[in-house]
């Protein structure tokens, strides 16, 4: 079970992610979003050593909200440059590579198991506690699933769709809204891309 740290970062994961989030193609707002954090969750990593978190941010410039699910490790992952977040400081284990989960095979992995009924959601401030509030639909095991993950969280493609994952995020009026953050979709052709 993941050790959560109440500590310092440096910068901080809004800090990385203002720098980060511009650059995403699916991001639509400013070069310069004023990010609050609106809500997520957190798996375990099997072996203990790596962080993963599902991150849900609000630019408040825009009132878009983004899902950016975040994996944090002691060591730089191989050939995983391009998804990189950025490095922080961690006040109790130092230094930290930060990277975009779907980029991430731990979070790939984990994120499949929640998806199929072999792992369960965290809470994201709260060590060893499930998080009631993630409501999941397993997918089918009986065939290849591929894992997709919504970056504007809302209702998610619906077309193939056979098991997801929906939370929770405040809007900046303090509204409690859920959407599908992580989707499941058997394996084709048309989807070799998430």
Same mark, same amino acid.
């Given at each position: =079970?993941?050790?959560?740290?109440?500590?310092?970062?440096?910068?901080?994961?809004?800090?990385?992610?203002?720098?980060?989030?511009?650059?995403?193609?699916?991001?639509? %707002?400013?070069?310069?979003?004023?990010?609050?954090?609106?809500?997520?969750?957190?798996?375990?990593?099997?072996?203990?050593?790596?962080?993963?978190?599902? $991150?849900?941010?609000?630019?408040?410039?825009?009132?878009?909200?983004?899902?950016?699910? =975040?994996? $944090?490790?002691?060591?730089?992952?191989?050939?995983?440059?391009?998804?990189?977040?950025?490095?922080?400081?961690?006040?109790?284990?130092?230094?930290?590579?930060? $990277?975009?989960?779907?980029?991430?095979?731990?979070?790939?992995?984990?994120?499949?198991?929640?998806?199929?009924?072999?792992?369960?959601?965290?809470?994201?401030?709260?060590?060893?506690?499930?998080?009631?509030?993630?409501?999941?639909?397993?997918?089918?095991?009986?065939?290849?699933?591929?894992?997709?993950?919504?970056?504007?969280?809302?209702?998610?493609?619906?077309?193939?769709?056979?098991?997801?994952?929906? %939370?929770?995020?405040?809007?900046?009026?303090?509204?409690?809204?859920?959407?599908?953050?992580?989707?499941?979709?058997? =394996?084709? %052709?048309?989807?070799?891309?998430?």
């Amino acid at each position: =079970m993941a050790v959560i740290h109440h500590t310092s970062l440096i910068p901080t994961k809004l800090e990385l992610l203002r720098t980060w989030l511009p650059a995403q193609d699916w991001f639509h %707002g400013t070069r310069t979003p004023e990010l609050v954090a609106v809500g997520g969750f957190r798996l375990d990593d099997p072996a203990g050593q790596v962080g993963i978190e599902c $991150y849900l941010v609000t630019d408040t410039v825009t009132a878009h909200t983004y899902h950016v699910p =975040m994996t $944090y490790r002691g060591a730089p992952l191989p050939d995983a440059h391009d998804a990189l977040i950025g490095t922080l400081e961690h006040g109790v284990l130092g230094r930290r590579w930060v $990277y975009d989960g779907p980029g991430d095979p731990v979070f790939v992995a984990q994120a499949l198991a929640l998806l199929t009924g072999r792992a369960e959601a965290q809470d994201q401030q709260r060590d060893n506690t499930p998080d009631p509030d993630i409501d999941i639909t397993c997918a089918a095991v009986d065939a290849p699933i591929a894992l997709r993950v919504v970056r504007i969280p809302g209702d998610g493609d619906p077309h193939g769709r056979c098991g997801s994952v929906r %939370g929770p995020w405040r809007t900046p009026q303090g509204r409690e809204t859920h959407g599908v953050l992580l989707e499941a979709t058997a =394996m084709d %052709g048309r989807n070799s891309r998430w």
